[in-house]
């Protein structure tokens, strides 16, 4: 059973940082993507970013490059969202999430290609 556990969230002002960080933990883990969503209230779960395990190759969003960044971490399923010049509408819920698999399955911004979802951690950016 794989599980992800996402840390890092909190309360931040407008123009300030953050980094999320996501762990995966199983007896055997394998991921072709890890990526980043978020949701709001009322919202779908919006694509943030994400990381193809095998070479690194990064997505992102239109609404947060140049702005966050996703890196692999030194541990098998361990990825980071460093989040720059947070804005208010960057205020959400971010989950973390691995398709488990060895090989391509889906396209890295869309959910359903996720098949592990952590619980979510809060980001709120105030004004």
């Known amino acids: 059973q794989v599980q992800l556990v996402e840390s890092g969230g909190g309360l931040v002002q407008a123009g300030g940082s953050l980094r999320l960080s996501c762990a995966a933990s199983?007896?055997?883990?394998?991921?072709?993507?890890m990526g980043w969503f978020r949701q709001t209230p009322g919202k779908e779960r919006e694509f943030v970013a994400a990381i193809r395990w095998s070479g690194g190759s990064t997505y992102y969003a239109d609404s947060v490059k140049g702005r966050f960044t996703i890196s692999r971490g030194y541990g098998k399923g361990t990825v980071y969202l460093q989040m720059n010049s947070l804005k208010p509408e960057d205020t959400a819920v971010y989950y973390c999430?691995?398709?488990?698999?060895?090989?391509?399955?889906?396209?890295?911004?869309?959910?359903?290609?996720?098949?592990?979802w952590g619980q979510g951690t809060q980001v709120t950016v105030s004004s």
């Open positions: 999430a691995a398709d488990g698999s060895t090989y391509y399955s889906g396209s890295p911004n869309v959910p359903r290609t996720y098949h592990y």
């Open positions: 199983g007896r055997t883990f394998n991921s072709y993507f």
